[in-house]
């Protein structure tokens, strides 16, 4: 990716910027935060129930589909696999998994 990704973090708790910041340093990853979601490539967020993420949105302790997952990625110019290390980084279940995991 020629550009940096825009993350917005909303009200996320410190142990989970921690976390996500160790691991976007372990794939060297560089990334610009940003205060507002509509400037954002990608929102990570943490409601107050579990909610299934979209495409620009990742919501803590959510779900998360394969597809979703992987336009994630490639939004954030990262692989496949990585993006599903960033899935387990913020505690989401996969479902809708394109290789018949996870049934």
Do not use: W
């Amino acid at each position: 990716m020629a550009d940096k990704p825009k993350l917005h973090f909303a009200n996320l708790p410190d142990d989970i910027v921690n976390k996500l910041n160790e691991f976007y340093k372990s794939i060297e990853l560089e990334y610009i935060i940003v205060d507002s979601a509509s400037e954002a490539d990608i929102t990570i967020d943490n409601p107050s129930e579990r909610e299934i993420s979209e495409p620009g949105v990742m919501h803590v302790g959510g779900r998360i589909s394969c597809p979703v997952a992987f336009a994630i990625g490639k939004r954030l110019g990262i692989s496949r696999a990585n993006a599903g290390k960033l899935a387990n980084v913020l505690e989401m279940k996969i479902f809708g998994c394109q290789l018949g995991c996870f049934k």
